[in-house]
């Protein structure tokens, strides 16, 4: 995933499955780039909730393969 600007290391990406089930958790670590290996995720819809100081702070939607 590609921010807009660096990403913290206080900042926690999290991938949910459709049930809110988070599946992986993510820090920053000052880079704009966020790498979310696949592992065993199967295809289907996933959202990212991006958290900050114990708040969420955004979210978007993906879609795996």
Same mark, same amino acid.
């Given at each position: 995933?590609?921010?807009? *600007?660096?990403?913290?290391?206080?900042?926690?990406?999290?991938? %949910?499955?459709?049930?809110?089930?988070? =599946? +992986?958790?993510? @820090? &920053?670590? *000052?880079?704009?780039?966020?790498?979310?290996?696949?592992?065993? %995720?199967?295809?289907?819809?996933?959202? =990212? +909730?991006?958290? @900050? &100081?114990?708040?969420?702070?955004?979210?978007?939607?993906?879609?795996?393969?």
């Amino acid at each position: 995933i590609l921010f807009a *600007g660096p990403v913290p290391a206080d900042v926690r990406v999290d991938v %949910l499955d459709a049930s809110g089930r988070a =599946l +992986r958790s993510i @820090r &920053g670590y *000052g880079s704009r780039e966020v790498l979310i290996e696949r592992g065993h %995720l199967e295809s289907g819809l996933y959202v =990212l +909730r991006v958290m @900050r &100081g114990g708040e969420q702070v955004g979210s978007a939607r993906i879609v795996m393969d």
